[in-house]
């Protein structure tokens, strides 16, 4: 916000520019701004900014969080994000108290961008199949490679490692996109059971964790997978993708397309 005698120098002119000397003690013509709202409008204009400027400082925080990320392949420090950023560490901790905080809140922006395009395409009416919900899950957690290794990451996290705002802004909004998105997910297959599609996206995510853990394909840091090498076992996304279509047709009762 602008310092007080810059509003006040604002107001007076703008009170000087519409009122007429002779009429200073005198009821004003209505279309004359009063100097109270012309203030009043200073600072709805300043907050805005401010707003702006905010949203601006936590979305490069996040961005600088994530190219670090990608290149480490661990949570990095307050000190590295913030000059990654190109901000003060002490203007980090303003927007988040932890370094864990910086990386919940990045993964919840993943989720949200996967759960609004789903949502957005569910609510649509034509039919929704598996080759879409593949294919999203392909390029929102597949493809990009910080998805889920920043997901098996934050599930680690100890009881008090993220602040109760943070903690509680993911927990509030993933109950949400899922129960939209399972609500959905009923509406297209009709076999599914009031509550079973928040229970199929849930069973979904959890076998998508579950064999990443077991596959381990983190070899871009240079390390092995860690996982037997076993001629039948394919690839992360291989595998990924075999047992979700299984487990779909299964719960749906569709007969569930070659992958």
Not at 42 to 53: E, L, N, P, Q
Not at 65 to 79: D, G, I
Not at 193 to 217: C, D, K, P, T, W
């Amino acid at each position: 916000m602008p310092p007080i005698k810059t509003i006040i120098r604002d107001v007076m002119d703008a009170r000087n520019a519409h009122c007429d000397p002779n009429e200073q003690h005198t009821e004003r013509k209505a279309d004359v701004k009063c100097p109270i709202k012309a203030m009043l409008q200073v600072g709805k204009r300043a907050r805005a900014v401010d707003s702006v400027d905010k949203e601006a400082r936590r979305t490069a925080i996040l961005d600088a969080a994530e190219r670090l990320f990608s290149e480490r392949h661990e949570l990095t420090n307050v000190a590295d994000v913030a000059a990654e950023a190109g901000l003060a560490k002490g203007t980090v901790y303003l927007y988040f108290a932890t370094k864990e905080d910086i990386y919940l809140a990045l993964h919840m922006r993943h989720c949200e961008s996967f759960f609004t395009t789903l949502i957005a395409r569910l609510e649509q009416s034509k039919p929704f199949n598996f080759h879409e919900m593949a294919a999203l899950a392909r390029e929102h957690m597949m493809t990009d490679r910080t998805y889920m290794p920043l997901c098996a990451t934050c599930m680690g996290f100890g009881a008090n490692a993220v602040s109760a705002d943070i903690a509680s802004g993911f927990q509030l909004n993933l109950t949400q996109w899922l129960a939209v998105s399972g609500a959905g997910l009923e509406r297209h297959f009709p076999k599914l059971q009031a509550g079973e599609g928040v229970r199929l996206l849930n069973h979904s995510y959890a076998m998508m964790i579950g064999l990443f853990h077991l596959l381990g394909e983190r070899g871009e840091r240079g390390n092995p997978p860690q996982r037997p090498d076993l001629p039948s076992m394919g690839s992360y996304e291989e595998e990924t993708m075999t047992a979700l279509y299984r487990y779909w047709a299964q719960v749906t009762g569709e007969i569930a397309p070659p992958i």
